[in-house]
């Protein structure tokens, strides 16, 4: 199965900063990857996938973007409604594999 | 408005068997391929199974292989994952979730339902 890494596994933030989120996977995956936003309670929100394509509707502040198997996320300036927990996935494969996930609190 | 709906959650013991069922509107359920995925309490996600458009193609988890089974009744607009031989390991939110068309991302989530395995 291919191994999903993400760091941070938690960090403190300000609204206004820039925030950037790290995933590894354990083999190629070309760009198939996903991130989802999951705040307490709820259920994941697709936020990009192809590594790097903003699902409709997602705010501009975040992007996405690949490099070898190192895949970031990156929120350009954070807002009250970010604070939740960040997953990564890859999709290249069966079993899809999901990352720990990083979770954003209030500095 | 596009829904997916879970229910059949619950406690059940272990060994015991539930059915899940997830009741699909808003889109043309036929022509996308669903997944189960599952969240233990304070833990992170995990992939379940995954289920064709027509059925045809399934795949599980080996955490749940030959215990669970995925369908779809394309003409009721409906998914169910039937889970047999239940641990407590498989106490969790289930969540089912709509496969996006250009790629195995899931796009439109459920609210999930609990399923608590315990004695």
């Known amino acids: 199965d291919i191994q999903m890494t993400q760091s941070p596994s938690s960090l403190s933030a300000s609204v206004g900063d820039r925030v950037t989120f790290i995933c590894r996977a354990s083999q190629d995956i070309n760009s198939w990857l996903a991130w989802y936003q999951q705040k307490p309670g709820k259920a994941p929100k697709l936020l990009i996938y192809?590594?790097?394509t903003l699902q409709s509707g997602v705010p501009s502040r975040f992007s996405g973007s690949r490099s070898g198997t190192d895949f970031t996320l990156t929120i350009s300036s954070l807002q009250p409604e970010d604070f939740a927990t960040y997953y990564c996935?890859?999709?290249?494969?069966?079993?899809?594999?999901f990352g720990g996930g990083t979770r954003v609190e209030i500095k | 408005e596009v829904q997916v709906v879970e229910s059949g959650g619950g406690l059940v013991q272990p060994g015991g068997s539930l059915r899940l069922s997830c009741a699909i509107s808003g889109f043309t359920f036929s022509s996308y391929e669903m997944t189960w995925v599952r969240q233990a309490p304070g833990k992170g996600l995990e992939w379940v199974s995954y289920i064709s458009s027509s059925g045809t193609t399934t795949y599980y988890a080996d955490s749940v292989k030959g215990r669970f089974t995925i369908t779809r009744d394309n003409a009721k607009n409906s998914l169910f994952l039937q889970m047999n031989s239940l641990r407590a390991e498989d106490t969790a939110v289930y969540y089912c979730?709509?496969?996006?068309?250009?790629?195995?991302?899931?796009?439109?989530w459920g609210q999930g339902t609990m399923v608590t395995v315990s004695s």
């Open positions: 996935q890859q999709a290249k494969t069966f079993p899809v594999t």
């Open positions: 192809s590594a790097s």
């Open positions: 979730a709509r496969l996006q068309v250009s790629g195995w991302y899931e796009d439109v």
